[in-house]
């Protein structure tokens, strides 16, 4: 069965720092690019990050642009997302999710999620 499994969100205060992981089993995810997505309550699922399958290439949101970095690491199986100066409005439940077609801001353009990580960041 393969599954994408994220882990490290929690509580912080505004201004500090989070390291999401997530991991891939039943399948290697090294030939896939993979992208962050995060869902604030009320509020539809919205772009983060993605890192193509060699990690050359990295694509970020606005919002978070500057503050938050993606990698991966092909060997272990992992993609991550380093979350510093993070704000109130970064408060979620973040999703890891592997790439099927098309743009990497698009939703729809992934085909395996993760069941997701709770971020909330207090003020």
């Known amino acids: 069965q393969v599954q994408l499994v994220e882990s490290g969100g929690g509580l912080v205060q505004a201004g500090g720092s989070l390291r999401l992981s997530c991991a891939a089993s039943?399948?290697?995810?090294?030939?896939?690019?993979m992208g962050w997505f995060r869902q604030a309550p009320g509020k539809e699922r919205e772009f983060v990050a993605a890192i193509s399958f060699s990690g050359a290439n990295t694509f970020y949101a606005d919002s978070v642009k500057g503050r938050f970095t993606i990698s991966r690491d092909n060997a272990k199986n992992t993609v991550s997302l380093q979350m510093n100066s993070l704000k109130p409005e970064d408060t979620a439940v973040y999703y890891c999710?592997?790439?099927?077609?098309?743009?990497?801001?698009?939703?729809?353009?992934?085909?395996?999620w993760g069941q997701g990580t709770q971020v909330t960041v207090s003020s």
């Open positions: 039943g399948r290697t995810i090294s030939n896939s690019n």
């Open positions: 999710a592997a790439h099927s077609s098309g743009s990497f801001k698009e939703r729809r353009s992934y085909g395996l």
